[in-house]
């Protein structure tokens, strides 16, 4: 069972409800993978899925991770992303007084609605920021029909 402790302003700290209500609700996200205060928690790497007439967009955005760390795989209508976000504390003999980022592996996976065609999907890492291109198969793309006079 969770317990909750109720935060108790420090001497000068303003005190009021909707204060005490925010670190609260703060605090118990921060516990669920929410945004704690700090703002930083939650799913990583954060992403996008949209769609577009011929093809589904993927963003996910990699602050810190070289594209060799990163792993994209497509099996089926199911695209999976792995890799691994290392973090540079220093040398060893560094102490840490402020710790937001986060590091190690990571894996994600994106169920589409319609089949991809494998063979042209493209993936672009560009300023922290993967892409992925993923052309919808040709029995799934729009198409014209010609209209012929009867």
Do not use: C, W
Not at 11 to 30: C, I
């Amino acid at each position: 069972m969770a317990q909750f402790r109720f935060y108790r302003p420090l001497a000068g700290e303003p005190s009021g409800g909707f204060d005490d209500l925010r670190r609260e609700m703060d605090a118990l996200l921060s516990r669920f993978g929410g945004r704690g205060p700090g703002g930083h928690r939650g799913v990583f790497p954060a992403t996008n899925l949209y769609e577009t007439s011929g093809d589904y967009v993927l963003t996910a955005e990699l602050p810190g991770v070289s594209p060799d760390d990163i792993e994209v795989s497509l099996e089926g209508t199911t695209v999976t992303l792995r890799g691994e976000r290392k973090i540079d504390d220093g040398n060893g003999d560094t102490s840490a007084h402020r710790r937001e980022r986060q590091s190690g592996t990571f894996h994600r996976s994106f169920e589409l609605p319609v089949a991809v065609d494998s063979d042209k999907v493209q993936a672009v890492h560009k300023n922290g920021v993967l892409m992925l291109r993923l052309p919808k198969a040709p029995e799934h793309q729009p198409r014209q029909i010609a209209v012929q006079a009867g």
